[in-house]
Nanobody, 115 residues
Framework: QVQLVESGGGLVQPGGSLRLSCAAS????????MGWYRQAPGNQRELVAV???????GYADSVKGRFTIFRDKAKNTMYLQMNRLKPADTAVYYC?????????WGQGTQVTVSS
């Protein structure tokens, strides 16, 4: 079993920045993909950024150039640096870990972008 705990969410003004963290613990697999998703009220959960087991990184078009996903593998922690935030970025942000058929989710952290 793998446990994921997100942190770093909060209220920020448009144009501001936040850094989300996702700490992984438990029986960590050797190779895995991690990603950030978000879900706004009334919307489906959508992929924001992914760091694959093959070393590829991808972003949703809506966040390209503003968000950066990166990992500290020594700490089993993944981050999402979010810059130039917009009200449309308001959502609950979730991290996930995929290893073969196994998918783990964190509990989510709220990000609210508002003046």
């Amino acid at each position: 079993q793998v446990q994921l705990v997100e942190s770093g969410g909060g209220l920020v003004q448009p144009g501001g920045s936040l850094r989300l963290s996702c700490a992984a613990s438990g029986s960590m697999p050797g190779i895995y993909t991690m990603g950030w998703y978000r879900q706004a009220p009334g919307n489906q959960r959508e992929l924001v950024a992914v760091d694959t087991s093959a070393g590829s990184i991808g972003y949703a078009d809506s966040v390209k150039g503003r968000f950066t996903i990166f990992r500290d593998k020594a700490k089993n922690t993944m981050y999402l640096q979010m810059n130039r935030l917009k009200p449309a970025d308001t959502a609950v942000y979730y991290c996930n870990l995929v290893q073969g058929p196994l998918i783990y989710w964190g509990q989510g952290t709220q990000v609210t972008v508002s003046s």
